[in-house]
T-cell receptor, first 111, second 113 residues
Framework: DVKVTQSSRYLVKRTGEKVFLECVQDMDHENMFWYRQDPGLGLRLIYFSYDVKMKEKGDIPEGYSVSREKKERFSLILESASTNQTSMYLC??????????FGQGTRLTVV | AQSVTQPDIHITVSEGASLELRCNYSYGATPYLFWYVQSPGQGLQLLLKYFSGDTLVQGIKGFEAEFKRSQSSFNLRKPSVHWSDAAEYFCAVARYNNNDMRFGAGTRLTVKP
């Protein structure tokens, strides 16, 4: 089975901190995604990557950056965390558009 | 960019009743369409997908969905709902020969005994 692993289920960070959310997939998928999930807004695409060192902005990239140095790992970086970035973050991977596989999510609270 | 609309934020049905969750998409060409389910505290699980061919697709857990190009819709159905179907359901669209995927806002399903 495909496995997408997010490094933390829960995180609490302080305003202004630099935050790293890590995601690893074990199926050699080309595409990896970071979404943010908020009640009533569904999943909003922050960034996606279709190859190593390649990235594309999604719908809400402001305040975030990403890194993909290896095919299996896709990191989301909050350069200076703010309270409005408190949310559930979901990582996913896919082989083209066939199907996206999701991690369990990281619930981030910024205080 | 493509977009997805799920008009119903919350639906309540009785156990054993039929279910239909609505999904409309906006995209100029033939999209790839998906339905995902999310149980509380969990990630998303794929229920079914449509790429081409037969417009009625079958998925897991007894769900099916019908693609209607003329209505830009991809509604999810189940003839008889079980209490374990209570969850949040997301419709998603992806573009052919592209790598991004967009989701709707989700519909939360409550099942009454």
């Amino acid at each position: 089975d495909v496995k997408v692993t997010q490094s933390s289920r829960y995180l609490v960070k302080r305003t202004g901190e630099k935050v790293f959310l890590e995601c690893v997939q074990d199926m050699d998928h080309e595409n990896m995604f970071w979404y943010r999930q908020d009640p009533g807004l569904g999943l909003r695409l922050i960034y996606f990557s279709y190859d190593v060192k390649m990235k594309e902005k999604g719908d809400i990239p402001e305040g975030y950056s990403v890194s993909r140095e290896k095919k299996e790992r896709f990191s989301l970086i909050l350069e200076s965390a703010s309270t409005n970035q408190t949310s559930m973050y979901l990582c996913a991977s896919s082989l083209r558009q066939i199907e996206a596989f999701f991690g369990q999510g990281t619930r981030l609270t910024v205080v | 960019a493509q977009s997805v609309t799920q008009p119903d934020i919350h639906i309540t049905v009785s156990e054993g009743a039929s279910l239909e969750l609505r999904c409309n998409y906006s995209y100029g060409a033939t999209p790839y369409l998906f339905w995902y389910v999310q149980s509380p505290g969990q990630g998303l699980q794929l229920l079914l997908k449509y790429f081409s061919g037969d417009t009625l697709v079958q998925g897991i857990k007894g769900f099916e969905a019908e693609f209607k190009r003329s209505q830009s819709s991809f509604n999810l159905r189940k003839p008889s709902v079980h209490w374990s179907d209570a969850a949040e359901y997301f419709c998603a669209v992806a573009r052919y020969n592209n790598n991004d995927m967009r989701f709707g806002a989700g519909t939360r399903l409550t099942v009454k005994p």
